[in-house]
């Protein structure tokens, strides 16, 4: 849990990790060639043990003096240039996190696991 001070004499201010995950994942998701979320390690025993929301699984956040670095996995769709894509998540995720917030995010890392083909999402 992250507390932030904004007066003082009034009180504090927690925002929880999963918020922090729940803001990137969605700025994440309304970049253009992103076709979902992924799992940050989907072989990992932890996924199947911890309950947790899927943006956390997907988004890895490290805290330090009000300073966040941010991990970002995703699949993309087949045809989405990686460069460019990336850095537009890395834009729509910084600035959401940032003017919700009020916490400085000083690198988002993002993390291509996958490309999803059309085949793949008509059949579903």
Partial sequence: MQNISRKPNVGSLKI???VLATIASFAAKEVSGVASMA????????????KSSPSSKSVKIELNDDVAVIDVYV?????AKIPETSEAIQTSVKESVQNMTGITV???NIHVEGITFEDTQAAQ
């Avoid at 799992?39 to 911890?50: D, E, M, R, T």
């Fill in 16 to 18: 929880s990790e999963e």
């Fill in 75 to 79: 699949n993309l769709k087949y045809g």
């Fill in 106 to 108: 000083s690198r988002v």
């Fill in 39 to 50: 799992l940050s390690n989907p072989a990992s025993i932890k996924n199947f043990l911890v």
